[in-house]
């Protein structure tokens, strides 16, 4: 059976394949939390202005990081979205 890749839509997060876990709002303390765990591995993310795909890479350099995966008409697009632990530590920032 094939393995389904968590998707947003909607500002929430749907994980078919997790039977503990349905669905969750984007930006609480469950959504950063399945963000950090190791075996999140990636999602794709729905919206009106497009589609992406995010991916968990671990790199030598820099440890672990989110990357977004687009592709349009002939060619693969990637852009950096932060590592793991420092978009946590923003989101938990009063400021």
Known sequence: MAQR???VAAGVLHCS??????AMALDTPAWWSWLDDPT??????????GTFTACKEQRQRGGVYWTAY???PGKLLSA???????????NRDPR
């Open 5 to 7: 890749i968590p998707y």
């Open 17 to 22: 394949d997790h039977s503990d876990l349905t």
């Open 40 to 49: 999140t591995r990636s999602f794709v993310f729905h919206d009106p202005a």
């Open 70 to 72: 687009r592709r349009v």
């Open 80 to 90: 950096y979205l932060g590592k793991s632990a420092a978009m946590i530590a923003q």
